[in-house]
C-alpha cells in the first residue's frame, strides 16, 4: 500500500515516524497523481507544514515609537492641572517642549489650515515624521531661527519648490519681499500656544473677552445687558494701540510673572526681537500677465481647498469694527493675541480692585442690596430692570474689556466718573507708557447712546406693577418706575456692512 497525502477523500490519522517528522500524515486509498517535477507533492507538503511567523524586530530609529500618548489627552492633563493650581508658577515647561505627541498635533492642525482638510496620524509618513523630530530637537537644542527663508527643517506638503535649484534672482526675491509665514514657525507656535494657552486661561480675568476659546463679540455684549442695568456714565477706552506692539522688555517682563521657563521665555523673546522683512517688490520686477478674454473656469488641484462659499464670508463680514483688527507681534503670530492678554492683564486686575472699592450699597436700592456686600447681587428673575425710586442711590461700577477697548459703567455722579478717568490716565502712563488724554476716554450718558461693538446702548424707561403682600396678608399692588438696558444693532452699522458686501449701493 502506498503511503500518500491528499485533501479530499476517507483520512486515517498516523502517528509520526521517521519518515514523516514534525507532520501530522493521513492515509487515502487513492494515490496523488504522478508527476515528473513532484510540484504537487511539494504543493501539499508546503500547504500542510507548520507557518511560524517571523516577527520583525521594531525599527528603533522609527519616530512614531516616541508617541506613547494621544495628543489630545495629553493636552486635556495639562488644561486640568493648571485649573487644580491656577497660582502655580511654571517652571518646568520644557518637557512638554520635549513630548511628540505636542508637535504631530501641532502639525495636524497646521495642515489641516493648510490642506483644508484634517489628517489623521496614522496617514503622516515616515519623512515627515522625521523631518518634524528634526525641528524638535532643533527647538530644544536652540539651533531653531525664526523666519527662515531658504533652510528648512519641514516644509508644508504643498510646497514642491527646490530650493536648492533656485536662481540668483528668485533666491534675492525670497530674502528681499514679504513671504507667508513658513510652515515650521506654525508649528512652533501652534506647539507653545498648546503650552501657554492653558496655563494663563486659569489666571485670566472674568472681565477680559476677546482673543480667548469661548468669549466672544457676542459673548461680551449678553454680559453687559445682563450686568450693565441701571448704570448713568459710561468710560469708553480705545487701547488699539497696544495691538500693534509694545516694548520686549515688558511683554518678557509680563510672562515672567507665570512663567519661569528659560527655554519658552527665550523662544518668545526670538520672535519678538527677529526682525520681519515686509519690503515690497519692485515695479521693474513685476511680471507682466496678459488677460484672458475667456477665462475658462479654474480646476483645483487635488491637495487644494475648497474655496469658502459665499454664506460663509458674508457671516464673518458681519464681524464688528473693533474685532476687525488682530495684533501681529513680530514672529509669534498666533501668539500675539495671548501676549496682548497677557500684558493687559494687570489692566483688568487693577480695574476689578476699583470695582469692589466703588460698591456702596444702598437700604432704599434693594436690588442689590446683599448682606454680604456682594457686589454682583442683582434680581435674578429680571436682572435688566432697575428701579429709580429712593433719596439714596446704590453707588456701583463694571467693567469688560474686548480686546483693545474697555467699557466702564459708573452708577452715581458724573464727578465719580471723571475720577476713574483721572486715576486711568496715570494707570497708563506708569504701566504701560501710553500717554491717554480725555479724548481716548470720554465720558457719555446713557440718554445719549452708547456705541461699543458696533451696538447701541440706551435706556428705556418702564413703569410696572408691583405687588407686595403688607400686614395681615392683604396683597398691595402699585406701580413702579424702573429703566431697562437695551443692546441693540446699530442700523448705522449694518448698512455700512451691507454696503461692503455689495448688497446695497447708493444712499
Not at 15 to 37: D, I
Not at 212 to 223: F, S
Request: glycine fraction near 6%; proline fraction near 6%; include cysteine.
Amino acid at each position: 500500500m502506498r503511503r500518500s497525502l491528499s485533501i479530499l477523500g476517507p483520512r486515517k490519522w498516523l502517528k509520526p515516524s521517521s519518515t514523516c517528522t514534525n507532520v501530522y500524515c493521513f492515509v487515502t486509498n487513492p494515490p496523488l497523481p504522478s508527476n515528473p517535477n513532484g510540484s504537487a507533492n511539494s504543493r501539499y507538503l508546503s500547504y500542510f507544514a507548520p507557518q511560524r511567523r517571523q516577527q520583525q524586530a521594531p525599527d528603533p530609529d522609527d519616530p512614531s515609537n516616541l508617541l506613547k500618548e494621544d495628543g489630545v489627552s495629553l493636552c486635556s492633563q495639562m488644561w486640568l492641572e493648571n485649573f487644580k493650581e491656577p497660582d502655580k508658577t511654571a517652571t518646568s515647561l520644557t518637557s512638554y517642549l520635549r513630548r511628540f505627541e505636542l508637535w504631530v498635533l501641532a502639525y495636524q492642525k497646521v495642515c489641516c489650515d493648510e490642506l483644508g482638510a484634517y489628517v489623521p496620524r496614522s496617514s503622516i509618513q515616515r519623512s515627515a515624521l522625521e523631518n518634524l523630530l528634526a525641528l524638535r530637537n532643533s527647538v530644544l537644542d536652540d539651533r531653531f531661527k525664526w523666519g527662515a527663508r531658504l533652510d528648512f527643517y519641514i516644509k508644508s506638503p504643498r510646497d514642491k519648490t527646490e530650493y536648492e535649484s533656485l536662481s540668483k534672482r528668485k533666491i534675492k526675491a525670497i530674502l528681499t519681499t514679504t513671504q507667508p509665514t513658513p510652515f515650521q514657525d506654525r508649528i512652533v507656535q501652534e506647539v507653545l500656544l498648546m503650552i501657554l494657552e492653558p496655563i494663563y486661561e486659569s489666571r485670566f480675568s472674568q472681565k477680559s473677552f476677546a482673543f480667548r476659546p469661548g468669549r466672544t463679540a457676542h459673548t461680551v455684549l449678553r454680559v453687559i445687558r445682563r450686568n450693565f442695568a441701571g448704570y448713568l456714565w459710561y468710560v469708553k477706552g480705545d487701547l488699539s494701540v497696544v495691538l500693534d506692539g509694545m516694548k520686549v522688555g515688558f511683554v518678557i517682563s509680563s510672562l515672567m510673572r507665570d512663567v519661569r521657563d528659560k527655554k519658552v521665555i527665550d523662544l518668545i523673546k526670538a520672535a519678538l526681537v527677529t526682525p520681519v522683512v515686509t519690503s515690497k517688490v519692485e515695479d521693474g520686477e513685476k511680471k507682466k500677465t496678459k488677460k484672458r478674454k475667456y477665462q475658462k473656469k479654474r480646476v483645483l488641484a487635488d491637495d487644494e481647498p475648497k474655496p469658502d462659499p459665499y454664506w460663509l464670508e458674508t457671516f464673518f463680514g458681519f464681524a464688528p469694527e473693533e474685532a476687525g483688527k488682530s495684533p501681529q507681534w513680530g514672529h509669534c503670530g498666533i501668539l500675539s493675541p495671548l501676549l496682548v492678554n497677557v500684558c493687559l492683564d494687570e489692566l483688568d486686575r487693577w480695574m476689578e480692585s476699583k470695582v469692589k472699592d466703588f460698591y456702596r450699597p444702598s437700604k432704599s436700592d434693594v436690588i442689590w442690596n446683599n448682606p454680604e456686600g456682594d457686589a454682583d447681587q442683582g434680581n435674578t428673575s429680571w436682572p435688566e430692570f432697575v428701579p429709580t425710586s429712593g433719596p439714596d442711590k446704590t453707588r456701583k461700577m463694571d467693567y469688560v474689556r474686548y480686546g483693545g477697548h474697555i467699557l466702564i459703567g459708573v452708577r452715581g455722579p458724573r464727578a465719580d466718573a471723571a475720577t476713574l478717568r483721572k486715576e486711568l490716565i496715570e494707570f497708563f502712563d506708569q504701566k504701560y507708557m501710553l500717554r491717554l488724554d480725555n479724548e481716548n476716554l470720554p465720558i457719555e450718558h446713557i440718554t445719549k447712546g452708547i456705541m461699543f461693538l458696533d451696538h447701541v446702548l440706551c435706556r428705556r424707561v418702564v413703569y410696572p406693577t408691583l405687588r407686595y403682600t403688607a400686614t395681615g396678608g392683604k396683597i398691595i399692588s402699585e406701580k413702579g418706575v424702573g429703566t431697562l438696558l437695551s443692546v441693540t444693532a446699530s442700523l448705522k452699522q449694518c448698512i455700512k456692512q451691507f454696503r461692503k458686501l455689495n448688497f446695497i449701493k447708493g444712499d
